[in-house]
């Protein structure tokens, strides 16, 4: 059974930094490209970015609200996938989910960790 | 402000068929194909249509999907209590170089 675990959430300074992890199991993580969803409270799904497997290069890609602040990262030793947030803004404030990412078909999905970015 | 365009809600009764839209453009929908995710109350999504029409292993022969030029539906038959959810598509962005997402539909059975 996929299982995607997030931690590292929590209340955060504008201008601060976090890293968010994901810790994956019951599928071959080093061969899936991972992807990174965030809901700001009350609000839709909004696409962060992903990393490909690397097989297939290890790439990332940025939605244009973090690029340049947030990178994606992979441990395939410990199936662990990353994210570094830095300059935070109070719009950066969601749940952010870790999700498998088949073709953009984001068909397994964790449960979520929430990031608050406030003073 | 989604790139793609769906109702904020939509309702039916018990037993109903109801469908939901979602609009798009040539740079999404109408060169790839759409994705559906159910996100019931206080949970995580969960892909619930792929590539169109696709059902996964689990999900219902209730709901289907369809797509046509640059717009796709969401069809759930037999309307049950426990499909009051949230209901986004999705599909890949040419132009923006990701995957895009509709609004949201929140679905209530009256």
């Known amino acids: 059974e996929v299982q995607l675990v997030e931690s590292g959430g929590g209340l955060v300074k504008p201008g601060g930094s976090l890293r968010l992890s994901c810790a994956a199991s019951?599928?071959?993580?080093?061969?899936?490209?991972m992807t990174w969803v965030r809901q700001a409270p009350g609000k839709g799904l909004e696409w962060v970015g992903r990393?490909?497997?690397?097989?297939?290069?290890?790439?990332?890609d940025y939605a244009a609200p973090v690029k340049g602040r947030f990178t994606i990262s992979r441990d395939d030793s410990t199936n662990t996938l990353y994210l570094q947030m830095d300059s935070l803004k109070t719009e950066d404030t969601a749940v952010y989910y870790c999700?498998?990412?088949?073709?953009?078909?984001?068909?397994?999905w964790g449960q979520g960790t929430l990031l608050s970015v406030s003073s | 402000q989604s790139v793609l365009t769906q109702p904020p809600s939509a309702s039916g009764t018990p037993g109903q068929r109801v469908t939901i839209s979602c609009s798009g453009s040539s740079s999404n929908i109408g060169r790839n194909t759409v994705n559906w995710y159910q996100q019931l109350p206080g949970t995580a999504p969960k892909l619930l249509i792929y590539s169109n029409h696709q059902r996964p292993s689990g999900v219902p022969d209730r709901f289907s999907g369809s797509q046509s030029g640059t717009s796709a539906s969401l069809a759930i038959s037999g309307l049950q209590s426990e499909d009051e959810a949230d209901y986004y598509c999705a599909a890949w962005d040419d132009g923006l170089h990701g995957p895009v997402f509709g609004g949201g539909t929140k679905l209530t059975v009256l």
């Open positions: 990393i490909k497997s690397k097989t297939d290069g290890g790439t990332t």
């Open positions: 999700t498998t990412d088949l073709s953009s078909m984001l068909d397994s």
């Open positions: 019951g599928f071959t993580f080093s061969n899936a490209w």
